[in-house]
């Protein structure tokens, strides 16, 4: 029903016109080529009006890689009036910071290839992962409090990364405002055992290699280059963060309530953003964010001990810089150009990246000529890419792009499809070792369980919202 109403709007841009549901306030809009468009439930499409029926809303866009979320779809962009809008929960999502932090390295496959198991193996027995993994660091209560108000800004104090480190992440790893006394006990005390732990799901850490190069002047600026070895962590907030949001559900929802509030869908609770209620939650979502940043970062750290353990060189001599880190789940308050008068937006972006163009000044000053990278993490045993944003992006997606490949097939459908087992042969045939908990993961996150992450690019690099940089190819995998 909903592909029906799709009207196109240029190049691999999709309109949903407001009359196309009663209750909806602004037009959406969906990026995504032809082949993109063809496996997108309708279900999702729907979800992604829900945010367009919200009060004080300015406007609402998906990602190609959009599917089936809590109240409104993983790939979703809302943005609602910094005055009169709203805050939601849902609209950002239970894993708050879910998000990338890649590494760049000195070194070639050639130089990887013959100790590639051992790497693997020093990778997955340094970093925990897993469903409740705990972490071999053991923070106090005031150590928690202070990660949670500071992020990157504490592992940099305790000397595991540096200040080009910290200058090379969005928001330098530290989101101003976050308030540890708005984070529940219960919160605290999930996250307390996990920071520097890579969880499970669609969790992963992975050590690729570039093979195509399709911007050799950005590339460059990014630290770049064709046969390169990279490294990209992918992980989030943990159970910490989860709570958060379970916390703040049932805070917005007896809101709702109490003040007679409605809608589209109940699991897509709100307040308005200038409530008390709606703050805590703020300070609160920081909070979480920041110890995703730290727990992403504190991982990569020890991604370079794993390196130096195998190569018997200090990581500095290995060339292992931080290329950048992004957030995928996250509400920030920016300024955008909407029918040419700047306004401040609640942004809130579920499964998508940021992708600010050259010259914001938000962008960190290394990568301000040429966009800020985007990192698309593609499905196990697939490619990922290395994008930068664009102006564009700014004008017509919210400073927005895809976050990943999107999810095409349930996990419960994919353990029936598919056999772990076979899977782990499947990708070692291609050159690729891979390591997980349990052999049910590797099943749950079988490549053909996502869709293809090479259309999902392709359709934000020809609507314009990103631009191809690099592609790279995963050669060892670790996985909760």
């Known amino acids: ?47 992604l009006t829900n945010l367009a029926m919200l009060p004080g809303v300015v406007g609402a866009v998906a990602m190609p890689d959009i599917h089936i979320g809590y109240g409104v779809p993983i790939g979703g962009v809302g943005a609602y009036d910094h005055e009169n809008g709203i805050i939601s929960v849902g609209a950002v999502g239970f894993d708050i910071n879910c998000g990338i932090y890649a590494l760049t390295t000195g070194l070639t496959l050639d130089d990887v290839k013959p100790k590639l198991d051992d790497l693997v193996n020093a990778l997955f027995k340094k970093i925990p992962a897993g469903v409740g993994s705990h972490s071999k660091l053991k923070l106090t209560d005031d150590e928690l409090d202070l990660v949670l108000e500071n992020g990157v800004d504490w592992l940099v104090e305790k000397g595991w990364l540096t200040e080009e480190d910290k200058e090379h992440m969005e928001e330098e790893g530290k989101l101003e405002g976050a308030d540890a006394t708005k984070v529940s006990d219960k919160a605290k005390k999930r996250g307390k055992p996990e920071l520097g732990t890579l969880g499970a799901g669609n969790h992963f850490l992975e050590v690729q290699v570039v093979e195509d190069v399709f911007d050799d002047e950005t590339a460059n600026a990014f630290g770049l280059e064709h046969g390169q070895v990279t490294v990209m ?39 308005p953003a200038q409530t008390q209620e709606a703050q805590d939650y703020l300070a609160a979502m920081k909070a979480a964010a920041n110890f995703g940043f730290a727990n992403r970062a504190l991982m990569a750290s020890w991604t370079r001990e794993a390196f130096q353990d195998v190569f ?96 095409q097939m349930s996990r419960h459908k994919a353990i029936k499809e598919f056999w772990g087992e076979k899977v782990k042969e499947s990708l070692k045939e291609k050159g690729i070792i891979a390591k997980a908990t349990h052999s049910k993961v590797l099943a749950e996150e079988a490549p053909g369980a996502y869709k293809n992450v090479d259309l999902v690019v392709e359709s934000v690099h020809l609507a314009g919202i990103s631009k191809k940089i690099v592609r790279v190819s995963p050669v060892g995998v670790v996985k909760g």
């Open 312 to 407: 018997g060189r200090d990581w500095e001599e290995l060339g292992m810089k931080t290329l950048y880190q992004v957030c995928h789940n996250i509400l920030k308050l920016e300024e955008y150009n909407v029918e040419g008068e700047k306004r401040k937006l609640w942004v809130h972006r579920k499964g998508a990246t940021r992708a600010l163009g050259p010259g914001n000044p938000l962008v960190p000053k290394a990568y301000r000529e040429v966009g800020q990278p985007v990192l698309i993490a593609g499905s196990m045993g697939t490619s990922s890419y290395i994008l930068a944003g664009t102006r564009k992006a700014e004008e017509l997606s919210f400073g927005s792009s895809c976050h990943g490949a999107g999810r």
């Open 233 to 271: 962590i992918h992980s989030g907030s943990r159970g910490l963060g989860h709570q958060v949001a379970t916390d703040y559900m049932q805070v917005m929802n007896r809101y709702m309530k109490g003040h007679g509030l409605s809608t589209p869908d109940s699991q897509l609770v709100y307040a």
């Open 1 to 47: 029903m909903w592909k029906e109403k799709l009207q196109k709007d240029g190049e691999a841009r999709w309109k949903i016109p407001k009359q196309s549901r009663e209750g909806m306030l602004v037009d959406t809009y969906l990026f995504g080529n032809e082949s993109i468009v063809n496996t997108i439930e309708d279900e999702s499409i729907q979800q």
